[in-house]
Nanobody, 129 residues
Framework: EVQLVESGGGLVQPGGSLRLSCQVSGLRLRDFALSWVRQVPEKGLEWLASISSSGFHTWYADSAKDRFAISKDNAKETMYLQLSSLKTDDTAMYYC??????????????????????WGQGTQVTVSS
């Protein structure tokens, strides 16, 4: 059974940074691509970034490319998202998820069960002064 467990979220001030982690079990991380998405109740599910199975290729949404960085360590079965220069609008629940169509660009807004087949419980990021 594939399991994805996010961690690293918390309360930070505007301009601050966080490093989110996604621990994978049930399948080797080297065998599939993964994505980071975030969810705000009033805005829906937003795709942020994806990384290939090898980790050599990455894709970013326009909203993420200048301030966020996706990476992974296949040996540690862990994917990361470095969040920098955080804004209040970045407040959301952040999830790692496996894209159903593999790696590559995704639309700005995505759907559980359509664009992804596995995801974790999420980790909350709150940006506030």
């Amino acid at each position: 059974e594939v399991q994805l467990v996010e961690s690293g979220g918390g309360l930070v001030q505007p301009g601050g940074s966080l490093r989110l982690s996604c621990q994978v079990s049930g399948l080797r991380l080297r065998d599939f691509a993964l994505s980071w998405v975030r969810q705000v109740p009033e805005k829906g599910l937003e795709w942020l970034a994806s990384i290939s199975s090898s980790g050599f290729h990455t894709w970013y949404a326009d909203s993420a490319k200048d301030r966020f960085a996706i990476s992974k360590d296949n040996a540690k079965e862990t994917m990361y998202l470095q969040l920098s220069s955080l804004k209040t609008d970045d407040t959301a629940m952040y999830y790692c998820a496996r894209p159903t169509r593999g790696s590559g660009y995704l639309p700005k807004f995505v759907q559980w069960g359509v664009d992804f087949d596995y995801w974790g419980q999420g980790t909350q990021v709150t940006v506030s002064s």
